[in-house]
């Protein structure tokens, strides 16, 4: 059996689904471009029938990426196979990725239906997208919970009908490691034809066992795996590109190999948080911040004395560069442009002057500026366009002072000022700002994060608010972190002001 392993992944797909983490076109071609060079093989960039933005999104990812396989997700249904088709036109190489629901519940409580008319569906789907098409992926939705031996019957039917990859997903994330693993072994054991299609998983983090349920069923026969950067995806999470790269990598035993450029891993994690407003955990493996710090007096001292004591990968081969340069207020666009091309970020003559610009005041604050400050200022004209800036706050607030804020806004060129009390320096500028957008508001989440550790850091607040019965995302981050929430409150604003 062929020992390569193919990456397919699905940020920009499954990833995207995570509530607040949506892409406008632009950013999904800059991560595209990032997979690009990573060396992803197959980038599932939408589901086109889904919206007017995902069909235009896999328009323009065709146009931008030269060598990856663009995938488009569909339904087993012929419509959304026809979109599917027209968003792919400009792709040097494309695939279908088409499928239904085949565990008893799915099919008694989704469709309705019987285990043979789901045969039938599924084999007609393929066939279909095969007219089309040469690469066409099935996807056996819940095959965690479907019964081998009908999931079998399904694999060697739609492969007779012409599939080229049969996607195995744990939907649920419910497989234990050694249970997923049997499954997938079954199928090699048990489909007549399985020797002419690629077996793949798609594994979810709902338990904590997307990466070993992946790992389970590569060592069993699979050889495509479904993944996302960081993890990203909904409810937990999918499976981490950057943690199969890795184990890969570091288990020369188990004799597989991938096409990742594994120093890339890092610049395209940050890029990927910094655009998706998703922060890493500090003790996310590989790409999290304490993946590679010792605070351990006794690890202190083994990694002094050979790193390999504690550390099984070397920080530089996931693109963690100690030696980068460090950019500071002195630092031309030269050097502002370098970082960013390190980190995957492309941008035009005037765009960098806009950037450079808003760098050196940031620098004027901040003492060193790392990459995530840097990729947070290239996405900063996200706010270009919003119907409401916020153009100045005040606030006074200290122990035994009732904190008091003072706001102006500019709503489409007209000016508003306010002020208000409230229970801390936050709930006062927000408070004040509801003054002049009067809104019935409920704040639902709030989080701050802070990009590195030090005091003049960049906070980076994420807000969730409901207004009339619908939930709205927003995100700000400035090195006041006042500011930061409310330019966080007024993102969410212009999401349904109109």
Same mark, same amino acid.
């Given at each position: 059996?062929?020992?390569?392993?193919?990456?397919? $992944?699905?940020?920009? =797909?499954?990833?995207?689904?995570?509530?607040?983490?949506?892409?406008?076109?632009?950013?999904?071609?800059?991560?595209?471009?990032?997979?690009?060079?990573?060396?992803?093989? +197959?980038?599932?960039?939408?589901?086109?029938?889904?919206?007017? *933005?995902?069909?235009?999104?896999?328009?323009?990812?065709?146009?931008?990426? !030269?060598?990856?396989?663009?995938?488009? #997700?569909?339904?087993?249904?012929?419509?959304?196979? $026809?979109?599917?088709?027209?968003?792919?036109?400009?792709?040097?190489?494309?695939? +279908?990725?088409? @499928?239904?629901?085949?565990?008893?519940?799915?099919?008694?409580?989704?469709?309705? %239906?019987?285990?043979?008319? /789901?045969?039938? =569906?599924?084999?007609?789907?393929?066939?279909?997208? =095969?007219?089309?098409? $040469? $690469?066409?992926?099935?996807?056996?939705?819940?095959? @965690?919970?479907?019964?081998?031996?009908?999931?079998?019957?399904?694999?060697?039917?739609?492969?007779?009908?012409?599939?080229?990859?049969?996607?195995?997903?744990?939907?649920?994330?419910?497989?234990?490691?050694?249970?997923?693993?049997?499954?997938?072994?079954? #199928?090699?054991?048990?489909?007549?034809?399985?020797?002419?299609? /690629?077996?793949?998983?798609?594994?979810?983090?709902?338990?904590?066992?997307?990466?070993?349920? !992946?790992?389970? @069923?590569?060592?069993?026969?699979?050889?495509?795996?479904?993944?996302?950067?960081?993890?990203?995806?909904?409810?937990?999470?999918?499976?981490?590109?950057?943690?199969?790269?890795?184990?890969?990598?570091?288990?020369?035993?188990?004799?597989?190999?991938?096409?990742?450029?594994?120093?890339?891993?890092?610049?395209?994690?940050?890029?990927?948080?910094?655009?998706?407003?998703?922060?890493?955990?500090?003790?996310?493996?590989?790409?999290?911040?304490?993946?590679?710090?010792?605070?351990?007096? +006794?690890?202190?001292?083994?990694?002094? &004395?050979?790193? !390999?004591?504690?550390?099984?990968?070397?920080?530089?081969?996931? *693109?963690?560069?100690?030696?980068?340069?460090? #950019?500071?207020? =002195?630092?031309?666009?030269?050097?502002? &442009?370098?970082?960013?091309?390190?980190?995957?970020?492309?941008?035009?003559?005037?765009?960098?002057?806009?950037?450079?610009?808003?760098?050196?005041?940031?620098?004027?604050? &901040?003492?060193?500026?790392?990459?995530?400050?840097?990729?947070?200022?290239?996405?900063?004209?996200?706010?270009?366009?919003?119907?409401?800036? #916020?153009?100045?706050?005040?606030?006074?607030?200290?122990?035994?002072?009732?904190?008091?804020?003072?706001?102006?806004?500019?709503?489409? @060129?007209?000016?508003?000022?306010?002020?208000?009390?409230?229970? *801390?320096?936050?709930?006062?500028?927000?408070?004040?700002?509801?003054?002049?957008?009067?809104?019935?508001?409920?704040?639902?989440?709030? !989080?701050?994060?802070?990009?590195?550790?030090? %005091?003049?850091?960049?906070?980076?607040?994420?807000?969730?608010?409901?207004?009339?019965?619908?939930?709205?995302?927003?995100?700000?981050?400035?090195?006041?972190?006042?500011?930061? %929430?409310?330019?966080?409150?007024?993102?969410?604003?212009?999401?349904?002001?109109?």
């Amino acid at each position: 059996m062929d020992n390569k392993v193919y990456i397919f $992944d699905t940020t920009l =797909r499954d990833g995207e689904q995570v509530p607040g983490c949506q892409l406008n076109t632009v950013e999904k071609i800059q991560v595209a471009k990032a997979l690009e060079a990573l060396g992803v093989d +197959i980038i599932e960039a939408g589901f086109p029938i889904s919206s007017p *933005g995902d069909f235009n999104s896999v328009i323009e990812i065709s146009k931008a990426v !030269t060598w990856p396989t663009i995938c488009a #997700l569909t339904r087993a249904v012929e419509k959304d196979i $026809d979109v599917a088709v027209d968003a792919l036109k400009y792709a040097k190489h494309k695939r +279908i990725h088409t @499928g239904i629901g085949t565990s008893d519940s799915h099919i008694k409580y989704k469709f309705n %239906s019987n285990r043979e008319e /789901i045969i039938e =569906r599924a084999v007609k789907a393929v066939k279909y997208a =095969r007219r089309f098409v $040469d $690469d066409v992926e099935f996807y056996a939705e819940d095959a @965690g919970r479907t019964e081998n031996e009908y999931l079998a019957r399904v694999v060697e039917a739609v492969i007779k009908a012409g599939a080229t990859v049969v996607n195995i997903p744990d939907t649920t994330g419910y497989c234990l490691p050694a249970e997923y693993g049997a499954k997938i072994k079954y #199928l090699v054991d048990h489909v007549d034809n399985i020797d002419k299609a /690629i077996i793949s998983t798609h594994c979810h983090n709902d338990l904590g066992m997307a990466t070993a349920n !992946t790992m389970s @069923g590569l060592l069993n026969g699979a050889r495509q795996c479904e993944v996302t950067i960081n993890g990203i995806g909904e409810r937990a999470g999918n499976t981490a590109l950057e943690e199969i790269a890795m184990i890969i990598r570091s288990h020369s035993d188990i004799d597989l190999t991938t096409n990742i450029n594994t120093q890339k891993i890092y610049p395209t994690s940050r890029m990927v948080s910094s655009l998706m407003n998703m922060p890493v955990q500090p003790n996310k493996a590989i790409v999290g911040r304490n993946a590679f710090a010792h605070s351990s007096g +006794i690890h202190q001292d083994g990694v002094l &004395k050979n790193i !390999t004591t504690y550390e099984i990968i070397d920080p530089h081969d996931v *693109g963690i560069d100690d030696n980068s340069i460090v #950019l500071t207020a =002195r630092s031309g666009r030269a050097a502002l &442009k370098h970082r960013l091309g390190v980190l995957g970020v492309q941008l035009t003559a005037e765009k960098l002057d806009t950037v450079y610009e808003e760098f050196l005041k940031l620098a004027d604050k &901040k003492k060193d500026i790392n990459d995530d400050d840097i990729l947070m200022l290239a996405g900063a004209d996200r706010t270009g366009n919003h119907h409401i800036k #916020l153009d100045f706050l005040q606030v006074t607030s200290g122990v035994g002072v009732r904190p008091v804020a003072s706001i102006g806004i500019d709503i489409a @060129g007209e000016k508003f000022e306010a002020a208000a009390t409230g229970n *801390g320096p936050v709930d006062a500028a927000i408070n004040a700002l509801k003054q002049i957008v009067k809104r019935h508001m409920i704040i639902k989440e709030f !989080t701050i994060q802070s990009i590195n550790k030090g %005091s003049d850091d960049i906070g980076k607040v994420h807000m969730q608010v409901e207004y009339d019965g619908h939930i709205y995302y927003g995100f700000g981050a400035n090195t006041d972190i006042v500011s930061a %929430s409310v330019e966080a409150y007024i993102d969410c604003i212009n999401k349904f002001v109109k």
